[in-house]
């Protein structure tokens, strides 16, 4: 089974989040004299996921590995349909009725 489309969402919020927070924060520094603390940086880079996750809208696995990822992330869980059951029901053949069975020969 592949990656849950939630967990898929959550990988780029991820990247893109980690991507823009360092150059920010090297910009801040270099530019504006300013100095982030790695503590704080990381702050602020899970805060915007946890905040950007709300935006994904795709379900996750019903899986305890999707959930501990996601969870780990602080991200709200979406839950993805649970399968539908149709119950079905063999009855016998009515009296008299002709089976043929084919074989390969194998």
């Known amino acids: 089974m592949g990656r849950s489309s939630q967990l898929k969402e959550l990988w780029l919020i991820c990247f893109t989040s980690i991507l823009w927070f360092v150059w920010h924060v090297r ?7 300013k ?10 880079i899970l805060g915007h996921i ?5 935006l994904a809208n795709g379900p996750m696995h019903n ?3 999707d ?12 839950l993805g349909r649970a399968p539908r059951v149709i119950e079905v ?4 053949p009515v009296i008299g009725w002709r089976m043929k069975i ?3 020969g194998a």
């Open 67 to 78: 959930l501990r990822i996601i969870k780990s992330f602080g991200a709200k869980c979406r």
């Open 102 to 104: 084919n074989s390969d």
């Open 89 to 92: 029901v063999w009855h016998p």
């Open 63 to 65: 899986s305890v590995q």
């Open 50 to 54: 946890r905040a950007a996750s709300r």
């Open 35 to 44: 100095s982030f603390s790695m503590a704080s940086t990381c702050h602020l």
């Open 27 to 33: 910009n801040k520094t270099r530019f504006d004299g």
